[in-house]
């Protein structure tokens, strides 16, 4: 069984970058045509799709975080990494990996597999 788990660093200040790590275990995340998608719930709103990154190593960006946003991964350690730049206490939220043969939606159910999620919060 496959679980992704997002690791995070809980607390960044103003103007700084945002790391989160997703891990995928129980499996192999060298499949073919699979995506891993990032999003994220600020407090009080909807679910926002950031982006995503295919098995083919393609990278999709959501157009409004799309300056800001890079997205990474490491098929050694079953590691995919979001950066988020220049953050503001906008982007505090609970940020989420989820992964399978969807992409740019924030519908679980067009995924395979979805984290827990981890806090980030933007303050000084």
């Known amino acids: 069984q496959v679980q992704l788990q997002e690791s995070g660093p809980g607390l960044v200040k103003p103007s700084q970058t945002l790391s989160v790590t997703c891990t995928v275990s129980g499996g192999s995340i060298t499949t073919n045509y699979y995506y891993l998608n990032w999003i994220r719930r600020p407090p009080g709103k909807v679910l926002e799709w950031m982006g995503a990154i295919a098995s083919s190593g393609s990278i999709y960006y959501s157009p409004t975080l799309k300056r800001r946003t890079s997205f990474s991964r490491d098929t050694s350690k079953n590691q995919f990494t979001l950066r988020l730049s220049s953050v503001t206490p906008e982007d505090t939220a609970v940020y989420y990996c989820?992964?399978?043969?969807?992409?740019?939606?924030?519908?679980?159910?067009?995924?395979?597999?979805w984290g827990q999620g981890t806090q980030v919060t933007v303050s000084s």
């Open positions: 989820a992964y399978g043969k969807g992409i740019q939606t924030t519908k679980r159910d067009e995924y395979d597999y």
